[in-house]
């Protein structure tokens, strides 16, 4: 990847939050694994300030989510999305969504001692909807990538002469990397809905059962997985 590349590609917000998840994430599953007491102290260190941060940034986007949220409406000019199944669960997600940013941010107020509450009922709150928000995009994005195979089936039934397979070739590959994204979608969703449930309260599914390694080795796969979706756009 060319040095320019990767300079655009930080100076963004979004691909800047990718690395900073993949970092925090890495240095929690290093001192997950590592014996050295040391080394773990700084790793999470270092992992507390990255989360920190990005928490700190967080703050900046719920007027972006609001616009999107906004111009998604009902989900009626999405391209994929011709079913009502698929229509109602984006507007679901962006409900949940929406309410996580600001849920957030009175949990993070609270922990600076900015407001006089406990921040454990927001914070747990905030994964609720973390948590449900990932399994209802897992979901869709399954319902998509089927739809897309259908098409691309569809396609393929059209492929008769030599003129309709000339012509049927843009789409086939514009539907077969649709297919792509949404199935790394899924991967990536039920990746953090796993990761998500462990912060639950005790007693929901698997909520604090997993290691720290293995909550890091899950945000290594997604944050991977979220930046090769960034590139391969």
């Known amino acids: 990847m060319p040095l320019e590349d990767i300079v655009v590609y930080l100076e963004s917000y979004g691909g800047r939050d990718r690395v900073m998840r993949l970092l925090y994430y890495s240095a929690q ?5 590592s014996r050295w007491e040391s080394l773990n102290h700084k790793l999470n260190v270092f992992s507390d300030q990255i989360n920190s941060c ?3 940034l967080r703050l900046f986007d719920d007027v972006p ?3 999107y949220t906004l111009s ?3 989900g009626h000019s999405e391209a994929w999305e011709p079913r009502a199944i698929l229509r109602i669960l984006g507007v679901m997600i962006n409900i949940l969504d929406q309410l996580y940013y600001p849920l957030e941010h009175i949990a993070w107020a609270a922990d600076c ?3 006089s509450i406990r921040s454990s009922p927001w914070w747990t709150a905030s994964s609720f909807c973390w948590a449900l928000s990932m399994c209802l995009m897992m979901v869709k994005s399954l319902l998509q990538s089927r739809f897309l195979s259908s ?5 393929s039934s059209l492929d008769k002469n030599h003129w309709t397979r000339k012509l049927n070739v843009p789409f086939y590959d514009l539907v077969s990397h649709s297919q792509l994204n949404k199935s790394v979608t899924a991967t990536r969703c039920f990746l953090d809905f796993v990761h998500a449930v462990h912060w639950l309260p005790s007693g929901v599914l698997w909520a604090g059962k997993l290691k720290q390694w293995q909550t890091g080795a899950l945000g290594i796969l ?3 997985l979220s930046i090769y979706q960034s590139l391969c756009k």
């Open 29 to 33: 599953y290093i001192s997950g694994v």
């Open 113 to 115: 001692k900015l407001i």
């Open 151 to 155: 098409l691309k089936q569809l396609a």
């Open 72 to 74: 998604y409406g009902l």
């Open 54 to 56: 990005r928490t700190v």
């Open 65 to 67: 989510m609001l616009s």
């Open 222 to 224: 997604s944050s991977l």
